[in-house]
């Protein structure tokens, strides 16, 4: 399958705690999505990468948060300090440049779940 | 700036009905449409996009949608439900402001089909 992979799928932490998710993209894709999603709402963006260069960043996005993807392939999501408010499921897209109308295609996410 | 709207929290279809799907936008351009289908603890799929043309789109799994644009609705439709489309449905759209393509979703519609 060369779907979009995410890791990993589920991650338990204690409030305060550091965490790190990964994406490894559809390999010819060249944009990378995060988003975000709580229990009963739709996934809200956090932020988008075409190619290594991070684009756009959600008011969502605190200080605590930060993405990367240094090479221009897997992108990492990164938030310090874990709260409880960060329990959410974290959901990543990509899809290929050319035209912004190109469907994203998602990863199965990783839930996080802050104790 | 742009937003979704899905009016319906919960359909409810018995199998071999036929399914609607609400979903309104609100946009300051030329619509870009989607609607991705959710299954428990999983990722979206894509099923269907809306950019130009025919105002009958169609996609997976036996899927349409119908655009309107007197009305602003892009509703998900299917002729005969089976049990296996139970899932949670989102309709979104092209952030119309933004070059990246971020997509905007609607709450959800959780669709039940019962044998």
């Known amino acids: 399958d060369t779907g979009v992979s995410q890791n990993p799928r589920h991650k338990i932490t204690k409030r305060g705690q550091n965490v790190t998710f990964r994406c490894d993209p559809i390999s010819e894709h060249n944009r990378l999505y995060w988003y975000r999603q709580t229990l009963g709402q739709g996934p809200e963006f956090l932020t988008y990468?075409?190619?290594?260069?991070?684009?756009?960043k959600s008011r969502l996005l605190s200080d605590r948060f930060s993405a990367e993807r240094p090479k221009g392939s897997f992108s990492t999501l990164e938030i310090q300090r874990t709260e409880q408010g960060d329990s959410a499921m974290y959901l990543c897209?990509?899809?290929?440049?050319?035209?912004?109308?190109?469907?994203?295609?998602f990863g199965d996410g990783t839930r996080l779940s802050i104790l | 700036a742009q937003s979704v709207a899905q009016p319906e929290d919960q359909v409810n279809v018995a199998e071999g009905n036929p399914l609607t799907v609400k979903c309104t936008y609100s946009?300051?351009?030329?619509?870009?449409l989607f609607w991705y289908v959710q299954y428990p603890n999983r990722g979206l799929q894509f099923l269907l996009k809306?950019?130009?043309?025919?105002?009958l789109v169609k996609g997976s799994y036996g899927f349409e949608a119908e655009f309107n644009k007197s009305q602003t609705s892009f509703h998900l439709k299917k002729p005969s439900a089976l049990v296996s489309d139970s899932a949670l449905y989102f309709c979104?759209?092209?952030?119309?402001?933004?070059?990246?393509?971020?997509?905007?979703f609607g709450q959800g519609t959780e669709l039940s089909v019962k044998p």
């Open positions: 809306y950019i130009t043309g025919d105002n």
């Open positions: 990468f075409q190619n290594e260069a991070q684009l756009e």
């Open positions: 946009v300051s351009g030329n619509p870009y």
């Open positions: 979104a759209v092209r952030d119309y402001d933004n070059q990246g393509g971020k997509l905007i």
């Open positions: 897209a990509s899809s290929q440049q050319g035209s912004s109308n190109q469907p994203q295609h």
